[in-house]
């Protein structure tokens, strides 16, 4: 049993009721640091199954369960909102974990954004602007991001294609249809750059501010357990394996393990310092070239100030 005390400061976990987030939550849970953990994602019955789920396994009683739906700004909006007018612990760090891959169609956000780049990017630009004013200075942010950003990686997808936000944001005519497997993975691939670019661009402006607080990025390298493959059907999941490095499966990691080097980013006292950098697991590496293209950070970052409208 977690010996808890009142919790002193929250933390944000957007798709923690499964994979990669769900451990992410519990490494949390079980780290004796008196967090208040809410687990924020789309389907709220998912939700709270995982939140009974973390609480019953953890003993850890300081975990609640909120909607969040990244492909619909007006549900971002309204979670910022509930969150601020809540009363909860300071909001210390959020961690950007969310993430889909979508293969079978090209498919919209509410707000009429192209599906992959809108959830696994926009809606968590969104959420992090309505709720910097939130963090206080020592906080911390984490964007899970991919080695499948980076085309110097083996990994058997396609390389990532980033010309500019609007054009990722409103693919007609940019894309290809006749090969939507494809396609889509190539928009998977860019969503997980933007997730890189955007954390440094942050990072970046933060400390301008002179602000403490960091923001972090983190690759939990291929997982095999989680949920992430769901819109692949089993041949595509075949030529997908076949096409990845035996060298990578063997590498292959499960979501527990890197949920806990996830979480440490949040918790690890060491580096309450570090900023704007890339984590491979538990190890600092550099990101891809393209990555710390700062032009192209400053233009992701204001266009899709432009689309969610916080300008
Ligand atoms: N699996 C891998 O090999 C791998 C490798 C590198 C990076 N990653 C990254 O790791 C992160 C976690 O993925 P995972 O592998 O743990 O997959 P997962 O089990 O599918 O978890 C993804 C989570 O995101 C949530 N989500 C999806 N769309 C959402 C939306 N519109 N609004 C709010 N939440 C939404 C899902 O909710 P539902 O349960 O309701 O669908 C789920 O909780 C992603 O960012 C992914 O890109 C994964």
């Keep these: 049993m977690q010996v808890s005390t009142k919790p002193v400061k929250s933390v944000i976990i957007t798709g923690g009721n499964s994979g990669l987030g769900y451990y992410c939550a519990e490494a949390i849970a079980q780290s004796g640091q008196d967090w208040h953990i809410i687990i924020a994602s789309r389907n709220l019955p998912r939700v709270e199954a995982a939140v009974r789920k973390l609480m019953a396994e953890t003993e850890y009683p300081h975990i609640e369960g909120m909607a969040l739906d990244l492909a619909s700004l007006a549900s971002v909006r309204q979670f910022a909102q509930d969150f601020i007018t809540g009363e909860r612990p300071p909001l210390q760090a959020i961690v950007c974990n969310a993430g889909l891959q979508v293969v079978s169609d090209t498919l919209y956000t509410e707000d009429g954004f192209e599906m992959t780049f809108g959830v696994n990017h926009l809606g968590h630009f969104l959420l992090v602007n309505l709720l910097l004013p939130q963090l206080s200075d020592r906080s911390r942010i984490a964007f899970v991001s991919s080695d499948v950003h980076d085309p110097d990686k083996n990994t058997g997808m396609p390389h990532p294609h980033y010309q500019n936000a609007k054009a990722l944001a409103f693919p007609m005519g940019h894309d290809n249809q006749m090969n939507i497997g494809n396609t889509g993975r190539v928009r998977y691939t860019t969503s997980k750059l933007c997730n890189v670019l955007c954390a440094y661009e942050l990072s970046r402006r933060l400390k301008q501010q002179q602000s403490k607080i960091t923001v972090n990025v983190f690759n939990p390298g291929l997982m095999g357990d989680t949920q992430l493959a769901r819109d692949y059907s089993q041949a595509e999941i075949s030529t997908l394996m076949a096409d990845i490095s035996p060298s990578v499966i063997e ?61």
Excluded: C, P
Aim: hydrophobic letters at 35%; proline letters at 0%.
């Design 251 to 311: 590498q292959a990691k499960d979501s527990k393990t890197m949920g806990g080097a996830l979480a440490r980013l949040i918790l690890d006292r060491s580096l309450n310092h570090v900023t704007g950098k890339y984590f491979d697991g538990l190890e600092e590496t550099r990101s891809s070239d393209e990555s710390y293209d700062e032009q192209k950070a400053a233009e992701l970052w204001e266009s899709s100030a432009e689309l969610v409208k916080i300008h």
